[in-house]
């Protein structure tokens, strides 16, 4: 497998893929579409069990979904799963038989939260991990997911104190809050999830597979509430608040390295 | 705005109502009542978005139920929601536009919990706070709410625990069992809690109504199961098993100011 | 009540219960037997109204249940619930009118973990206490509730890390993930749970009742789904796969005393 915005290394039954799309690791169309491509030739891979998520930028896991071309990625999504939503996207990932281990240094915010979420497990770097859903600053409401799975892993109060906040969240208040399984030290992490992914690649699928099936049927959102907050992001998106709002937004920085950094204190 | 058992100041889009109805805040008629206009009033308000509760009082922040007036407020509670219930009331509240914030120090115990779970988020000093769902000590149950917002919040084993001990328990082990966001020092939460609520109150308010909606739809109780745990609150209290607890209670200080500093205690 | 496997004293409303079933508190077709004979006899007698479940071996709650016996331990449970599942027995124990408090010390691995679960609540021993679901590791599923109940608890995310590691998870971590009420110093541990055994004890049967079904009503998986979990565990033991699995374990010192002191790194 060879892709423009993730480096793949395989190793046994576990594939390692580092996202790298620079500058920022936006999720944009380029993301989306190899997102899509290793699903499809991971799940075609009987001798795959397991795909590690990492960033090769130190700062920035996934910023967020690429404002500027909506359209585009969503498009991209379509391509498995029928229709042009990153959240039906993520949320097959979650369904899939491949187990999935997000392994966070640096922010995730937005789509890039909703990324992590759908991953079956995450574990984050207390150094430089930053989590955040700024999705109502811009007068919307996460779409690809967010909402489905933060309600139901901290709750209704922390889930609407996370997102109706806006603001950015360290490690160890994520890890207290269930937004991810564990914060850790960056010296450790990268060895904890290897060993970790390769004894789930050690184990049988058809277990596993039963496994994730019925934790899935207890707490994965259904197509029908994906679709529908996909749904309300895009009717959300096309009113002149948020439009207004998100010019107001590149005008201080958003989507730059550098005007992202504290997203969260820019509202 | 101008209440009997509620002192108001108004910030910008934001409303800080401050509980004050000594000798101990119970919620009886009165207070219902204020709470039903607040309500009524602030949803009238479209510059209005996020209403903050707090108390006059440092020991208390809403004691319980009167137990002496349950039908009065009872039916207070009917003015807004057509029936004499606080659980619906309380739950009115959560499915409101308005963003309810409670900021506790001192005691919440029975309703008073109840109340601070309907709110959309809870904060609380770690030096005063404490929590408690006394009902069982009197043969009832939790019948606002409670059993809805604990058992999702903190899972079934916890929630038992909590509700079967009825027993007191400090701000630190509440945030530990997600029965409130986060207990943090007295002298800081005034100015956090403050500084969210104006954060909330500055983004537009139709992505934060679409957020409630989609987590309320997960995560809130339905009426249908409001209404039942109110009924089996009645059909309790009308138990001379209860009645016969209560009775006791009231000889041993329930219901004064210093016989329910240590309530759990006297059970 | 007399019982081989149990030891039990009564004090008041409390019936405190002893598992001893050496060499490992393994849960096969004795220990089933007399859980059954327990839960019966305490439901018919309305004086008691909390059973206390903890170890006579400081090493081993329940190890977990007795692979080489499945069929019969199977149908022990049978005589309770007309059904060969230790999982509806398990559930019938969250059901019933008894509150049901687990006081662990040593390994609770696989059933032994569902049963903890299936407790109204659960307290462990901080120095000692080990949980783990190791089901995956043998091509199977955790078939007695383990699925419906830690997903629940702990969410989607921590839930599939538990299972799906088949590891060992000391008592401090278990909380943290909130397999577990709380993880405290053996020391006080037998003291808490006696007190709050006492108290739950005290106070009238019916509000508890009402508590109980409430609360199951949101947070107890169905029988429908913990009678599937228990037939896909059916199915997958009776797979080539599996039992060369468990052959393989065998010959490591699976289901030996000294072979399971650390279960988690044999795999």
Same mark, same amino acid.
């Given at each position: 497998?060879?892709?423009?915005?993730?480096?793949?290394?395989?190793?046994?039954?576990?594939?390692?893929?580092?996202?790298?799309?620079?500058?920022?690791?936006?999720?944009?169309?380029?993301?989306?579409?190899?997102?899509?491509?290793?699903?499809?030739?991971?799940?075609?891979?009987?001798?795959?069990?397991?795909?590690?998520?990492?960033?090769?930028?130190?700062?920035?896991?996934?910023?967020?979904?690429?404002?500027?071309?909506?359209?585009?990625?969503?498009?991209?999504?379509?391509?498995?799963?029928?229709?042009?939503?990153?959240?039906?996207?993520?949320?097959?990932?979650?369904?899939?038989?491949?187990?999935?281990?997000?392994?966070?240094?640096?922010?995730?915010?937005?789509?890039?939260?909703?990324?992590?979420?759908?991953?079956?497990?995450?574990?984050?770097?207390?150094?430089?991990?930053?989590? +955040?859903?700024?999705? &109502?600053?811009?007068?919307? $409401?996460?779409? #690809?997911? =967010?909402?489905? !799975?933060?309600? @139901?892993?901290?709750?209704?109060?922390?889930?609407?104190?996370?997102?109706?906040?806006?603001?950015?969240?360290?490690?160890?208040?994520?890890?207290?809050?269930?937004?991810?399984?564990?914060?850790?030290?960056?010296?450790?992490?990268?060895?904890?999830?290897?060993?970790?992914?390769?004894?789930?690649?050690?184990?049988?699928?058809? +277990?596993?597979?039963? &496994?994730?099936?019925?934790? $899935?049927?207890? #707490?994965? =959102?259904?197509? !029908?509430?994906? @679709?529908?907050?996909?749904?309300?992001?895009?009717?959300?998106?096309?009113?002149?608040?948020?439009?207004?709002?998100?010019?107001?937004?590149?005008?201080?920085?958003?989507?730059?390295?550098?005007?992202?950094?504290?997203?969260?204190?820019?509202?």
């Amino acid at each position: 497998m060879t892709f423009d915005t993730l480096k793949v290394r395989r190793e046994e039954a576990v594939l390692f893929a580092s996202i790298d799309a620079p500058p920022m690791n936006l999720l944009g169309p380029e993301l989306v579409h190899d997102l899509v491509d290793l699903i499809r030739q991971g799940e075609a891979d009987d001798t795959l069990r397991v795909v590690v998520f990492a960033s090769a930028d130190p700062d920035y896991f996934i910023s967020h979904a690429d404002i500027a071309r909506v359209k585009e990625y969503r498009d991209e999504a379509a391509r498995l799963v029928g229709e042009p939503s990153i959240g039906l996207l993520f949320r097959y990932l979650s369904g899939s038989r491949l187990v999935s281990i997000a392994q966070i240094e640096g922010r995730v915010r937005g789509a890039g939260s909703e990324f992590i979420l759908a991953c079956d497990m995450a574990f984050a770097a207390r150094e430089t991990a930053i989590f +955040g859903q700024p999705e &109502v600053a811009f007068n919307l $409401n996460p779409g #690809a997911g =967010g909402i489905q !799975h933060l309600v @139901r892993l901290m709750g209704r109060s922390r889930a609407l104190e996370v997102i109706l906040s806006a603001d950015d969240y360290d490690a160890d208040l994520a890890e207290h809050y269930g937004w991810i399984n564990r914060a850790m030290s960056a010296k450790v992490l990268d060895e904890f999830v290897s060993s970790l992914a390769h004894r789930i690649g050690s184990f049988p699928p058809s +277990g596993i597979a039963v &496994v994730k099936d019925r934790a $899935n049927a207890i #707490a994965l =959102g259904s197509v !029908h509430d994906f @679709r529908r907050d996909s749904d309300l992001f895009g009717i959300a998106a096309a009113q002149p608040e948020s439009q207004r709002r998100t010019e107001d937004a590149f005008h201080r920085g958003f989507q730059t390295w550098e005007g992202e950094l504290a997203l969260g204190e820019t509202f």
